[in-house]
């Protein structure tokens, strides 16, 4: 039996961030993954800017060192491509000068990636990591949770239970109540391929908008050593209506798209085709509870249009992790005082996933995204406002107002 304040299930990049919060506010915590890093994730492995904003955040010296991290690639932008074929390259930054340390964003195999943050986990003497251990028994007793794994080798008391436990987590089914709804959630999967053509030389990650796969996309992310992650993410409810095998659509892409076949003639598939899901922040959900929150992907909190989740999953661990200080301070774990959780969550996540929400239903009709790109290959002012759109929501707030496409259709 083993006691804490705070129990973290799960240590991807939700639970290993709160963990390191805590650690830099001083706050000992328990963290029990049911895997041994490092352990793989099925990702497209693209990370935003948010990534290293938000460690920087905890602390500078966590940033720097993945700045330094040889197993990711620089990208400097994205290439778009409309169900009409029509390409069109946007950089994070306008006018880049690929300085070091300046990227806006990379893609990282998670394998790595979160290798890396439990790394820095084990570094912190604050916290005590426990691997391979499932933990699927949760008890509400009056004075804290009793948290039991599968085999019942072990046993944890704790005040509090932070729950970091992915997109199957069964805490946010069974306590949480919350439970995947179709409309909600994507389907995704990935590959890893080497020798695909065609790359562009500042490692643009490739967004391809196809017809047949929309209102989701087709991706190519750039990764060290001439390889890529290449996958497909569909919304489940129309997976599920069309009756798509997700697997199979990826290969018939890659083999016979008049376009990409080209680009995969000399490509080598490594491994496996692999799938998982994504948890959709596209509906507003209670992410808290009487001595317990939701983070990351355990509280369903995935961009709906880009379907970055590690971002917003390490936001949300910051928050839970000064949330957690809070209750420790005041030794009130109450519903209502979680309730300051939620709040701060949908206060600095919830126009974004709102926007996003938006411009998820736009791209399901392919002629209004045509139109974009044909409009944005012209237009240099059109092509920075796409380029802010990743990371600036007043940004999205323009591009799902119909007076917006109007007055682009006016030509003012
Ligand atoms: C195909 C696909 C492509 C994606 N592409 C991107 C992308 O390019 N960029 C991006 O930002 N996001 C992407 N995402 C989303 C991203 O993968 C998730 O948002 C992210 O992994 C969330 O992190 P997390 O820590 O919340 O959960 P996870 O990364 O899933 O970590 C959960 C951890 O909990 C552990 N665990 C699970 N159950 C238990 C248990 N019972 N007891 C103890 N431990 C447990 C697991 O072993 C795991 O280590 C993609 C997702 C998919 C499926």
């Not at 290993?16 to 099925?42: E, H, N, W």
């Not at 938006?358 to 002012?381: C, G, T, V």
Request: charged share 20%.
């Amino acid at each position: 039996m083993l006691e804490t304040k705070v129990c973290i299930i799960g240590a991807g990049p939700a639970g290993a961030t709160t963990a390191l919060q805590l650690a830099y506010m001083g706050i000992p915590c328990l963290v029990v993954d049911k895997s041994v890093f490092p352990r793989d994730k099925v990702c497209g492995d693209g990370l935003s800017g948010k990534v290293l904003t938000l460690l920087s955040r905890i602390d500078k010296g966590i940033a720097e060192r993945l700045q330094q991290f040889v197993f990711k690639e620089d990208s400097w932008g994205i290439t778009f491509v409309a169900a009409n074929r029509m390409g069109i390259n946007i950089p994070y930054k306008p006018n880049y000068a690929k300085l070091p340390g300046e990227p806006r964003g990379f893609v990282c195999k998670r394998i790595h990636f979160d290798n890396f943050l439990v790394d820095e986990l084990k570094r912190c003497p604050q916290v005590q990591l426990i691997e391979g251990k499932a933990i699927t028994k949760y008890e509400l007793l009056p004075d804290g949770y009793l948290l039991t794994d599968a085999t019942g080798s072990i046993q944890i008391k704790t005040q509090l239970v932070i729950a970091a436990n992915g997109a199957h987590s069964g805490f946010t089914k069974e306590v949480a109540n919350i439970h995947m709804e179709p409309a909600h959630y994507v389907a995704g999967i990935r590959a890893y391929y080497s020798g695909i053509s065609g790359m562009h030389p500042d490692n643009l990650v490739e967004l391809h908008f196809l017809k047949n796969v929309l209102p989701g996309y087709f991706w190519i992310f750039p990764l060290p050593n001439g390889e890529a992650n290449v996958g497909i993410g569909m919304l489940s409810k129309v997976a599920r209506r069309r009756k798509v095998n997700l697997k199979q659509l990826l290969l018939d892409t890659v083999q016979h798209d008049e376009i990409l076949k080209e680009r995969f003639k000399d490509a080598t598939l490594l491994g496996s085709i692999d799938g998982y899901g994504l948890p959709l922040g596209s509906k507003k959900r209670r992410l808290s509870g009487e001595r317990y929150m939701l983070v990351g992907d355990a509280g369903f909190l995935i961009d709906p249009f880009t379907g970055e989740g590690i971002g917003n999953a390490m936001y949300t661990a910051r928050m839970a992790a000064e949330q957690a200080a809070a209750c420790i301070a005041a030794d009130n774990y109450t519903a209502a005082a979680m309730m300051a959780y939620d709040e701060n969550v949908y206060r600095v996540l919830g126009p974004e996933l709102k926007m996003s929400t938006k411009l998820q239903k736009l791209i399901r009709y392919p002629w209004l995204f045509n139109m974009l790109m044909r409009m944005s290959a012209r237009n240099k002012e059109l092509q920075e406002l796409m380029s802010c759109m990743f990371h600036e929501v007043d940004v999205r707030k323009k591009l799902v107002k119909p007076q917006f496409y109007l007055r682009l259709l006016l030509g003012r």
